[in-house]
């Protein structure tokens, strides 16, 4: 698709750059949002955006643009150039055509493009409507959500690279208000996947309702150092939020805590982390990455000891290593690393188990403040948590929310037992709950 | 920027299948951003963002559909889109649409991307030396020099068509600093509603300098010891805990829904007695200014909180629609992307009595956050955690040594009404603020306030 745009622009480029890559991304949304059982909103979305990224004179420039006609085409080529002008950076960019890999992941259902609309509605009426009937202390559910979308994306450059991949998915959440006596507790239950008939949408307004129930009528923590449980979904969030700190541009630039750690014991030996772009689960799957660079798995810790970073084909270079196929960018945006299907892996121990070790364990079912209570460069945290205290194994209480406190890569040290119950989240991270010898907790 | 035959054509399409209401928001956007750090410029990209969206109303249910594509056909497809949505038996006839002039109350100097990149790149440098400057422990400076420049149009099935434009200028600086093992960082994102003229009013020495110092001096503090402490925030960012944990729940998308703790509040006190709080758009050239809201209507000041007592929410059109209350020029979204939603514009507490001095003595141990860091609020049950970017601790009336790592914890209900003292030194700071329409810009803004009492998470 969108071959004449390609050309007309390579066309205008040829004598202009030295290299050209042009990304473009087109995209079709639509959502739901139900509201006492009427739809509350009802989106669609259809865009498109095309971006060129050019090398003049050993210098990067970018520029983007959303409006499609033959003259913006060719202003933005002009753009690009005028700003390579002003660019100091000593990266080297080389474009290259990169091999495409044989096994194509599996990205895309056609028979999720062709679901109803009123079966979509359907069930994000189903959400709210079983929310409300699980539990009489529900009092509202405010989210009661179905969205899918489908994406299109094309990258070429002047060496004839010219890959495309067309992926979509569906997604559905609901978040549910109980309460008892004065006070109020949310929980919030979601489901990804690309084949419709996999919504359950009772087991997960259930779930969405226990979740907040659960929690209701908290007693303060004490104040101390504590083992503790993060659930699967809380410590995905949490290997998350420090995902920046195998981002090989940050090492290059001396942000990242791991600088000079490769080969280096960081973690327990029971943590494997991994950055998996294929993975068979993960949301975040391609075949490519936005430089057009053949994606792959990444083990970026081994039973401990520290890999590899993730690379993009310039601070591969840099380092002298391949790129791990984690290069990123949107249509709008200039070259950076992020994570893929992002993942620390599963281990043997039943979650109930994970309770066993100590005589109290504090388990995190929920995180809050994690762009503020969390600095990635110093891996310390101080985070909002809910949760309940355990002791000899039995679930004694909820708590009122309170703060977990520590610094990453202790706790990656302070691993004792990970459970076997590995889930991705909705932003393919992933991982199982994990027990922690020490934190800080404050209430 | 279309043709108004087209325009209304649009409006009548989105309308015929019935509806209540329609709207078409069309923007043509340029954007612009160098990224330097390593004392370089590394990246520098400009663009363009471009679309429409169409949106209709019947009962209490809202449609959208957008489109890059802004030729007549595509225009109508997205209008019969939505139109064939509505189920709606109220049929409008076709409309009328008046051209409706807009009072500029933010002039603007200079306008964006008509200064040389040279000039914002030496700008930049004065920056990166001057917190480089400061001390060797800093070890990396990032900076991102922002400029954007939105037109937009607004017509609707009422008849309004208005148009206008908004010139945005932001210069972001992190300045991290390091002593071999550990890292700290200091940040300033200074940002108005206005052109180039900004960047010429402020002084890149000292902004520099302002995130070297925060960086340095937390690198060589102390955790701060956990704990429940009464707790002074000062001025300027520190306003974001009333952004985030009292402001969104005062906005209708969260009133309508039932999902806010001020539902049915309207005239009751619900905050210490000498608190004001207001949001207003009309500041000139602030950074959440607007002259009209992203539903066309003109902006206002609006008095949220008066001596405590609970006076209005922030009103967009659909929760108008929904609540009864009366719009308030709140309709923001961050593009054509996002139908618009009831929103924060310059969001702050009013000055008080109180003096900062006579504050800070009458704690005998507790903390002083001279600049917040972000944060983050449960919908529903109003709990926030904030993280305290630079922070002391007091002790014996008088401010002590630094501290770092404290996180506030609380619930923004239980909060307002555990202020017992608000100084007079009111200022804001520039702020992005992510919600269900978008990402925008807001100030957030208060005097130094005292929190009797709030759990401080920390390290001890």
Redesign the interface.
Known sequence: MYKKEFQTIFAYAKDKTDETEILLSAANSFSVKINEQNVESFNYADSKGIGVRIVKDGKVGYSYTEKFDDETFKLIVDEAIENAKYTEDDEVVIMENYPEITDNPNVYSESLDKVDVLDKIQLAQDLEKYAKEADKRVFNVPYAVYADGKSYSRIANSKGLDKEDTQNFAYAYVGALSAEKDDKRMGIEFHITRNFGEFDPKKMAEESVKKSTDLLNGKPAETGKYAVVFNNEMMATMLATFSGIFNAKSVQEGRSLLKGKIRQQIANEKVTIIDDGLHPNGFSTSAFDNEGYPTERTVLIENGVLRSFLHNTITARKDGVKSTGNGSRGYKGTLGISTSNFLIEAGEYKEADLFLKHNKTIEIVSLQGMHSGANAISGDFSLGAQGFLWEHGKRKHSLKPFTVSGNFLQMLNGVEAIADNFKFDMSSNGASSILINELNISG | MLNRNIIERVVDKALSNGADFAELFVE?TF?ST??F??S????????????AGVRVFY????????????SEEALLT?AD??SK?AKSKNVIASIDLTEKEITNIHPIDIPNNTIS??DK?DFIKKVDEASRGYSDQI??VDIRFMEKNQHVMIANSEGLLVEDDRNYSRVYVSS?A?NGT????GGEGPGRFAGYEFFKSIDPVKLGKDTAKVAVTMLNADYVP??KYPVIIDNGFGGVIFHEACGHSLETTAIA???SVFVGKMGEKIAYEGLTAIDDGTIPNEWGSENIDDEGMATKKTILIENGILKSYMVDKMGSIKTGYARTGSGRRQSY?F?PASRMRNTYIANGNDKFNDMIASINEGIYAAKM?????????G?????VAEGYMIRNGKIAEPV????L?GNGAEALLKISMISNNMAMAQGMCGSVSGSIPTNVGQPAIKIDEI??????
């Open positions: 043509n954007n160098i990224a750090n390593d370089k410029t590394k990246q520098n990209i400009v663009g363009n963002d471009y679309g009962g209490h249910t809202a449609i959208y559909a957008f489109t890059n594509d802004l997205a889109a939505v949505a990149k040279k790149i070890s990396q991290i390091s550990e890292k700290q960082v956990s704990g829904k039932g999902a992307r139908a860091g972000g944060g983050s609020v449960s919908p529903g049950t709990d926030f955690n904030f993280a770092r790592g404290a996180t914890i759990i401080v998470g920390g390290r001890n």
